[in-house]
């Protein structure tokens, strides 16, 4: 349990925009979860509509993706 403790502490430390933000810990009696923002956006709705991404949608989600990445690195954090 330490390791999820120490996890929410450093990851709600953590602000961008393509990041997401990390709100609190639940602690039950035989489970322990953290608690984090709802997202009002996946990728999920193109593979429902069954559609395939654009090239440009691809290199826009990708390079949102790589700038949330490269802010934790640059907070001294590995993603793993």
């Known amino acids: 349990m330490y390791y999820r403790y120490r996890e929410k502490n450093i990851l709600g430390k953590l602000s961008h925009p393509n ?6 810990e639940v602690v ?14 996946n ?3 193109f593979r429902q509509v069954g559609r395939r991404l654009s090239e440009e949608e691809t290199v826009h989600i990708i ?13 001294g954090i590995i993603h793993r």
């Open 63 to 75: 390079s949102q993706m790589a700038a949330g990445i490269a802010h934790v690195h640059e907070e």
């Open 28 to 41: 039950l009696e035989k489970s322990h979860g953290i608690v984090m923002e709802l997202c009002d956006q």
């Open 19 to 24: 990041v997401v933000a990390v709100l609190g």
């Open 43 to 45: 990728l999920d709705v």
